[in-house]
């Protein structure tokens, strides 16, 4: 398995890949091609993928919001969860952003992804605004890491 920064050729794959994965938890349609694209285009976006024997099995895509590093997309493999691609992939977002002069990185989580919701908090990241806060599966938990 190996983790590394991509780009927007290997988009194509990426949104094929996070397919199933949000499919199974949002509850709704994932985000088509055009959609991705369409939420891209005025950003500069950073992309790191994981693949094992070629293939993707994990990705993260985040940009610059607000003056900071904003990770907007991560998804890994179900069958290859609880491996650390998840932290390894959060982990090389915050090592950019660090080398990068971003001062924080922020992620906004819906309640329904238990999964990241645990491995920011171990990470260190805090709740800094909940939006939607009624709704138990999509209020969205709007999280934080400032570096020190
Ligand atoms: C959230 C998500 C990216 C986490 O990915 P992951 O690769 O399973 O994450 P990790 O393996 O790093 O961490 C998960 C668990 O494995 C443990 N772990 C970390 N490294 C490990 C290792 N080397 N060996 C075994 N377990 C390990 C972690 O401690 C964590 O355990 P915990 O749940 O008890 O805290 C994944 O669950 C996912 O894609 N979910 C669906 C999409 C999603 O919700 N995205 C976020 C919303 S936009």
Not at 42 to 58: D, R, S, T, W
Not at 75 to 92: P, Q, T, Y
Not at 116 to 134: P, S
Request: hydrophobic letters at 30%; glycine letters at 4%.
């Amino acid at each position: 398995m190996e983790i590394v920064q991509s780009n927007n050729t290997e988009l194509n794959e990426i949104v094929k890949t996070n397919y199933p994965i949000f499919k199974d938890i949002c509850g709704k349609e994932p985000y088509s091609l055009s959609q991705y694209n369409a939420r891209i285009k005025e950003k500069k976006p950073v992309f790191f993928v994981a693949k094992e024997n070629h293939k993707l099995i994990g990705n993260t895509i985040a940009f610059e919001d607000n003056n900071s590093f904003y990770i907007w997309i991560i998804g890994v493999s179900k069958n290859k969860r609880n491996k650390g691609i998840g932290s390894k992939l959060l982990e090389l977002n915050e090592n950019y952003a660090r080398k990068n002069g971003f001062e924080s990185v922020t992620t906004k989580v819906y309640n329904f992804s238990t999964e990241m919701k645990k491995l920011l908090k171990k990470r260190g990241y805090t709740i800094t605004r909940i939006d939607n806060a009624h709704n138990e599966l999509y209020s969205a938990n709007h999280y934080c890491l400032i570096f020190k």
